[in-house]
């Protein structure tokens, strides 16, 4: 790993900070807006989401929606720009569509899954590529489970263990690229033993696994309307791997690369949304790291028998910067302005943050 060189280094603001009274789990960017939105659980044992603008250099609560159950995750990848409704996962298996303007009732509600939803992710919505909203969700249940939104109470695909395998905890969920037409679309499921499985559901077959040999805490594919062209997943240790996902070798699969980033967990990964080589992880230490991925001369070459196979790239560092004295769980850049990002974290605190320089990258 080096720092990138003959760069002017981006540089880490903290721009906006508020203090919460309730663990956070996940924030998110509303779309098109300078509003976000902290989901988590209160002291008592109920869901929280609080809505907050922000002005200037401060944050300024416009709303709080209290929810029987503690919301883990949230998306709003699978909701046009028009209605920006939010999907939300809960501790008790809950996916749940929210329009922000009336939050007393869902829009949409089924119980997804046995045990807590861990992770969420939406695609086919907010203008982004082609192909039907789907709400992808995964849980400690073992399970993993695409939604239609305009369909009642079914999965359109739900991937679970085959008879006499043990069911793993799902921590983490991602739709792949793919997205750029109607027909093909994969889903990347990490677990809590290492494992990360591609499914595809076009087939309704496993594309692909592999093992990282630690928990897997956060997959995150760099775009979701081009094709499958990088996958970036966390690790419990501190280790996170690149994979370069437009070349697929009949045996050894993906070509990648791997970076020991610290010594803590690294929670979370989210690539920048107006360059998708340059990525931020969030770690157990309370520190963030902003790198960025640079491609081989070759993308790919031919083995000994002919047979195509990718060639991984390199990670450089271009910043880090330790925020808080706790893990850093939750992070989202802002899709409308480049390098503004808000994350929260464990000492029950959300940061808004700025990143400088990106555009000399």
């Not at 390098?339 to 000492?347: K, P, R, T, W, Y």
Request: aromatic content about 8%; some cysteine; glycine content about 10%.
């Amino acid at each position: 790993m080096s720092a990138a060189p003959g760069l002017e280094r981006p540089q880490v603001v903290s721009h906006a900070q508020q203090a919460l009274n309730y663990t956070v789990f996940d924030c998110k960017w509303v779309p098109r807006s300078a509003r976000l939105l902290c989901l988590g659980s209160a002291a008592r044992g109920t869901g929280l989401v609080q809505l907050y603008e922000l002005r200037g250099a401060r944050l300024e609560l416009l709303r709080e929606i209290e929810k029987p159950k503690p919301i883990k995750c949230g998306t709003f990848g699978a909701t046009s720009l028009q209605q920006r409704y939010l999907a939300t996962g809960d501790f008790d298996g809950n996916l749940n569509i929210w329009n922000l303007e009336a939050p007393e009732i869902p829009v949409y509600s089924v119980k997804g899954h046995k045990e807590i939803i861990n992770s969420i992710d939406g695609v086919g919505g907010l203008g982004i590529g082609e192909g039907a909203p789907e709400i992808v969700t995964g849980s400690r249940d073992g399970t993993v489970k695409v939604w239609d939104p305009r369909q009642k109470d079914t999965p359109v695909a739900n991937m679970e263990p085959v008879q006499g395998e043990s069911k793993r905890d799902c921590w983490t969920v991602a739709f792949g690229s793919n997205a750029y037409n109607q027909e093909e679309r994969v889903v990347c499921a990490g677990y809590d033993n290492g494992d990360i499985k591609l499914f595809d559901l076009k087939t309704m077959s496993l594309r692909w696994e592999t093992n990282i040999k630690n928990g897997v805490c956060s997959v995150e594919f760099d775009r979701k309307d081009i094709n499958m062209n990088k996958l970036v997943a966390t690790s419990l240790e501190g280790k996170f791997h690149v994979f370069d996902m437009r070349t697929q070798h009949p045996t050894k699969g993906f070509a990648s690369v791997s970076e020991k980033a610290q010594k803590s967990t690294i929670w979370q990964v989210r690539h920048l949304p107006q360059n998708r080589d340059i990525f931020m992880t969030s770690g157990g230490s309370g520190s963030l790291h902003l790198w960025k991925y640079e491609y081989p001369a070759q993308r790919s070459k031919k083995d000994s028998e002919g047979a195509e196979m990718g060639v991984a790239g390199s990670v450089s560092l271009l910043q880090n910067v330790t925020l808080s004295t706790q893990p850093i769980s939750s992070l989202d850049w802002s899709p409308d302005k480049k390098g503004l990002c808000v994350c929260g974290a464990f000492d029950q605190t959300v940061r808004v943050l700025i990143v400088t320089k990106l555009n000399k990258i």
